[in-house]
């Protein structure tokens, strides 16, 4: 089994939909991350949470909001859909002993019409 | 200014080449250099990082440094098909943990 997974792989949905994107991870890592991939612009980080209790912006937060509901989750929600909001969305994990390496799920294509 | 930068491509070689990937960055705090390999419908996965200046050789991979000039360069000897991939560079500074990851560099490496 996967070490980090997403739900769900593909998702389209319309302007002004919530959307909720979910990321478990078995790897017992206390550090998670949601960022978005765009062509050209790489990778972004909307949100990071270093433990249950600690959440924090990335520089790409507006619009979205995250939940750090056990160590093994990680939710990124979408509260009023929009269409460039569409891209390719990806979950990671890390240790704060080896923050170097981020472990990353197989992401989720999202596209907002 | 974009804070890492690195040429889209798609590049294409034959099997068997050497293979130059590069980045250049503007912040002269970063430290610690990454490169990512990213395959289709993938998340990314670590090849390999360095630390400050110099080279870091792992198998066929070498991972060179120039903070003088702020490029970055990551070597494949002998590349291989399987190498096809999107190839990061990131990078971040010693006492901050968040990694900045270029837009990736598009390799295919054709039999």
């Known amino acids: 089994d996967a070490d980090v997974t997403q739900t769900p792989r593909n998702r389209i949905t319309k302007t002004g939909k919530r959307i909720m994107l979910e990321c478990s991870q078995t790897?017992?890592?206390?550090?998670m991350y949601w960022y978005r991939q765009d062509p050209g612009l790489g990778l972004r980080l909307i949100y990071y949470s270093f433990d249950v209790k600690d959440i924090n912006k990335g520089e790409i937060s507006d619009g979205y909001s995250v939940s750090r509901q056990a160590q093994a989750k990680f939710s990124l929600s979408l509260e009023s859909a929009i269409p460039n909001q569409t891209a390719l969305y990806f979950c990671?994990?890390?240790?704060?002993?080896?923050?170097?390496?981020?472990?990353f799920g197989p992401g989720t294509r999202l596209t907002v019409l | 200014q974009k804070e890492v930068e690195q040429d889209p491509g798609p590049l294409s070689v034959p099997e068997g080449a050497i293979v130059s990937l590069n980045c250049t960055y503007s912040?002269?705090?970063?430290?610690?250099f990454m490169w990512y390999r990213q395959y289709s419908r993938k998340g990314p996965e670590l090849l390999m990082y360095t630390y400050s200046s110099g080279n870091k050789e792992d198998g066929r991979f070498t991972a060179q440094v120039d903070k003088s000039s702020k490029y970055i360069s990551l070597f494949i000897r002998d590349s291989q098909p399987s190498d096809s991939a999107t190839y990061l560079c990131?990078?971040?500074?010693?006492?901050?943990?968040?990694?900045?990851f270029g837009p990736g560099t598009s390799l295919s490496v054709i039999p």
């Open positions: 990671a994990t890390g240790v704060g002993t080896s923050p170097n390496e981020q472990f």
């Open positions: 912040n002269s705090a970063f430290q610690y």
């Open positions: 990131a990078m971040r500074e010693t006492s901050y943990d968040k990694v900045i």
């Open positions: 790897k017992g890592h206390d550090r």
